[in-house]
Structures are given as structure tokens and as C-alpha cells.
């Protein structure tokens, strides 16, 4: 499953093709980095880059894209979580090799008591939004470069 993350990484921030990652979940300060991931199972994640990922994105069958962004309160992996979640959804599409569930992760904290939980997670969904606006640019820009009819109407995505 193709991801995107400002979720800290317990190997640094610095990016690099290929290099397997996992997620410092003790770190919930939102990075001013995105990393364009694949999962392969169950804590078991790869750093793609943006390179990657749009080539995977393009090579698969997928028309549209969803892209997930998920509450408060959420984690990358366990009993309905994010990336249960998204399998979830991904499943309960008709004609779901038309589309791709892609999560974007944003992170979040355990605090005791909701109401904490709720307005720390805030802060953090809030210092997000300018780095998964940066990725929303991103796939504009891949799709406007995609290719094009003759009368000038896109295709696919």
C-alpha cells in the first residue's frame, strides 16, 4: 500500500530511495519533510521519494485516486487503524482495481483523556496542512504532465 507521511521516521529525516524506515512513534511533532512510502506489511515500510511513488502510481491500473486523511487518535498499524482502515476501504470500492486508497499520515499522540488527546492532535493536524498542501501540489502538477488526447482532454488520472 502506497503512503504519504510527515510522521517522523526513527531513521532520520534525510531521504533516501530504497531505505527501509519505521515510524518513532514516541515523536509527535509534525516533520516539515513529507516522505512518499510503500508499505509491504506490518511495520514493514519503504521510503520511495516522490520519484517512485508517482511511477508506481503510474504503472498501476487505478483511475482515481482517494486520498485518506485520517482523525485524531490514530495510528499507523494495529486493530482498526490507518492502515487497516484504508485496506478496509479499498475493498468496500466497487470496481476497486479503478481506484487506490493512498493514507496520508499526520501525527498523533496517546494523551490520557480525550479532550488533551483531541486539542494536542489539533496542533499537530494544523502544522500539517502546509506540508500535505505541498503534496496536493504535487499530484496536480504529476497529473497536468500526464499524458493527453489529441484534443487536448486528459487521460486517466
Known amino acids: 500500500m502506497l503512503f504519504i507521511t510527515n510522521r517522523n521516521f526513527k531513521e532520520g529525516k534525510k531521504s533516501v530511495a530504497g531505505r527501509k524506515v519505521s515510524f518513532d512513534?514516541?515523536?509527535?511533532?509534525?516533520?516539515?519533510?513529507?516522505?512518499?512510502?510503500?508499505r509491504d506489511g506490518k511495520d514493514k515500510y519503504v521510503e520511495l521519494m516522490s520519484k517512485g511513488f508517482f511511477q508506481?502510481?503510474?504503472g498501476s491500473k487505478c483511475k482515481q485516486i482517494l486520498l485518506y486523511i485520517h482523525g485524531f487518535n490514530n495510528f499507523?498499524?494495529?486493530?482498526?487503524?490507518?492502515f487497516e482502515r484504508a485496506a478496509t476501504m479499498q475493498k468496500m470500492i466497487p470496481a476497486r482495481d479503478n481506484v487506490i486508497v493512498i493514507p496520508m499520515i499526520w501525527p498523533c499522540d496517546n494523551?490520557?483523556?480525550?479532550?488533551?488527546?483531541y486539542w494536542d492532535d489539533q496542533k499537530s493536524a494544523e502544522a500539517s496542512?502546509?506540508?500535505?498542501?505541498?503534496?496536493l501540489g504535487l499530484f496536480?502538477?504529476?497529473r497536468d504532465k500526464q499524458d493527453?488526447?489529441?484534443?487536448g482532454t486528459r487521460v486517466g488520472f
Open 25 to 38: 512513534m514516541k515523536d509527535n511533532e509534525p516533520s516539515i519533510s513529507v516522505f512518499f512510502c510503500e
Open 56 to 58: 508506481k502510481l503510474k
Open 76 to 82: 499507523p498499524e494495529g486493530k482498526n487503524q490507518i
Open 111 to 117: 494523551d490520557i483523556g480525550i479532550i488533551l488527546d
Open 129 to 135: 496542512s502546509a506540508g500535505f498542501a505541498r503534496i
Open 140 to 142: 496536480l502538477k504529476w
Open 148 to 151: 493527453r488526447c489529441r484534443n
